[in-house]
């Protein structure tokens, strides 16, 4: 049986991720289970997600996947090249998954398994070094060195989905599994754009909930239930305005030597950012005050949210330790059973349970439930900001 593993953030889920399940299923069986890996409460861009983990979890569930697992927060706020290492990892961990399907924007493999060879070859990696140590940032200095030898093929990395999908590849290269590659078109608006028709980009989405617009035409029945539910209990939409003041606190309690072990604070970058945070006066103008033509303005807000959140460069450099159950269905609890035997890490349903793992998994259990602890400070409802819910939170169960 073929056990179809997916990505996402689902931030929120909207009718472009229902057709990516709709189209995995058509390649891979429509029995196929399908097995999640989700951003938690903070997302790859350096951002807050716009519903709580649980929420949105139950959005993907309701929708088609079967087994929704947390990535834990270290991974989410990575590179996109730590973000797929840290999901593929978690998903091979798993002992089940036969299929990794993503999309992208030239719904073609061969183009993107060539890249990702490329990138993974010493002489392209030594290359993209040198020409990091010229002035180029990572992105421009790897698109360069992988053009000089595929050409026009290596335009592809333009694009944010392509992008993630050659790092889903290098990933299972790299690791060796035993895990096949499938990619589809996505379909609609292309990532963080503005369109016209039906399937609007997750960026749109956010940006009219946050407007207070209806987004109701363009997300599945459940996802608009789940989010009319989330908003009468004042638990969204959240937003780095509603979290600002909270988020500044926490930085201005730190010291330079802090913001020197944040991932990737080399070449003099944390002691920018300490230098912005003593003297500016938003999130905004720090970003500003740091931001050079060498720091995409995503690496930066990452690196704002690690400050915050108590994240260092040594967290994270190996697999997610557990996988944590967010949100199941009947198949994806039968699915369970064989992967409570097959899996390589533990599976956390009851939080209790990390109490009785090693130190390890108990750190970064610890981290994301303390980060969940400052995401709810962005609730509206007083109630709803309770701290401690992710040590009691159990999986939403769908019957």
Known sequence: MNVIGIVGEYNPF??????????????????????CVMSGDFVQRGGLAIFNKFSRAEAAAASGADLVFELPLPWCVMSAEGFARGAVQLLGSL????????????GSLAPLTAIALSA?????????????????PFAAARQKVIAEKLGEEAKLLETPNNILAVEYIKSI??????????????????????????????????AMLEAGEDVRSYVPAPTRELLQEEMERGRGPVTMADMERAL???????????????????EGLGNRFYKAVRSE???????????????????????????????????????PPYARVLATTPKGREL???????????????????????????????????????????YDAMEERRGGTDWRATPVTLE
């Open 281 to 319: 006066g938003s999130v905004d103008e720090i970003l500003s005050a740091v931001k050079t033509k060498r720091y995409p303005m995503s690496r930066l807000r990452r690196m704002t949210l690690c400050a915050a959140l108590g994240i260092r460069a040594e967290v994270g450099l190996d697999a």
């Open 248 to 266: 500044m606190s926490r930085l201005r309690l730190l010291s330079e030597e802090d913001f020197n072990a944040l991932p990737d604070a080399s």
């Open 95 to 106: 002992g089940v998954v036969t299929h990794l399907s993503f999309g992208s924007e030239v």
């Open 336 to 378: 369970l059973k064989t992967i409570s035997k097959t899996a390589e890490i533990p599976i956390v349903v009851k939080p209790a349970y990390v109490k009785e793992l090693d130190e390890n998994c108990r750190r970064i259990f610890t981290l994301t439930a303390d980060a969940r602890d400052f995401y709810v400070l962005g």
């Open 14 to 35: 909207h009718l472009g991720h229902l057709d990516h399940f709709e189209k995995s299923r058509k390649i891979l069986g429509e029995d196929a289970p399908i097995v």
């Open 173 to 206: 290269i790299h690791q060796q599994l035993n895990i096949t590659p499938v990619t589809t078109v996505r379909e609609g608006a292309p990532h963080d754009k503005a369109n016209t028709g039906k399937t609007r980009s997750a960026m749109e989405l956010r």
């Open 120 to 136: 993974l070859e010493p002489e392209t990696i030594e290359r993209v070094k040198a020409e990091m140590e010229s002035g180029l």
